[in-house]
């Protein structure tokens, strides 16, 4: 479970309460490759205090609510580096928009358009939000390991982003040229004569 050592992970830089992990430190940074919500972080936060791989304080304030800060604990450090040095299978793809165009044969060109073009408008908001993230240039600091790390992660995201930019372009253009859907035959007699419809 992932967001189980990302919260390590930022515990590992800092100890935080888990408001300040949660708006401080996982929206700038981890949301934007293992999203979670409040309640998401707060529950792990209880399982790893109860496995000892983190501690947590209460520290008293005058008229408001006390405050909990959470600390990695040595066991916990050494479960973050054990998870970091480990093989990680490769994630399933679950792309609702791959669904809804693999199933698209009976609805009108102009509505598939828009479902595409919302979806190319999206990645490029996307792809807008990495651009603004305030990270110094990669080159101003060649030996800064931590810096180097932080960028490929975020080169990731933007190749992703420009990638999916990049085939929603294509998609646009296929589907623009091809048919509309009442000026075709009904798709399933190619089923009914045997054929497969590839």
Not at 92 to 116: K, W
Request: charge should be negative.
């Amino acid at each position: 479970m992932s967001l189980k050592y990302a919260i390590l992970g930022l515990l590992n830089v800092v100890p935080m309460t888990g408001y300040d992990l949660k708006h401080q430190a996982f929206d700038a940074t981890v949301r934007h490759f293992w999203p979670a919500d409040q309640s998401q972080i707060y529950r792990t936060l209880g399982q790893l205090a109860d496995a000892g791989l983190v501690t947590m304080t209460v520290e008293a304030q005058d008229e408001r609510p006390d405050r909990k800060r959470y600390a990695i604990t040595e066991e916990g450090r050494q479960a973050l580096l054990d998870w970091l040095r480990s093989d990680q299978s490769i994630p399933t793809l679950r792309d609702p928009l791959l669904v809804q165009l693999f199933f698209s044969q009976e609805v009108a060109r102009a509505d598939l358009l828009r479902v595409v073009e919302r979806q190319l408008a999206a990645h490029q908001e996307q792809l807008a939000v990495f651009a603004q993230i305030p990270i110094p240039p990669a080159e101003s600091r060649p030996d800064d390991r931590w810096l180097a790390l932080q960028h490929l992660t975020l080169d990731f995201g933007v190749a992703l982003e420009q990638a999916y930019v990049d085939w929603l372009a294509r998609c646009k253009a296929v589907i623009a040229a091809l048919p509309d859907a009442d000026e075709v035959a009904d798709f399933r007699a190619r089923f009914a004569a045997g054929e497969s419809g590839e």
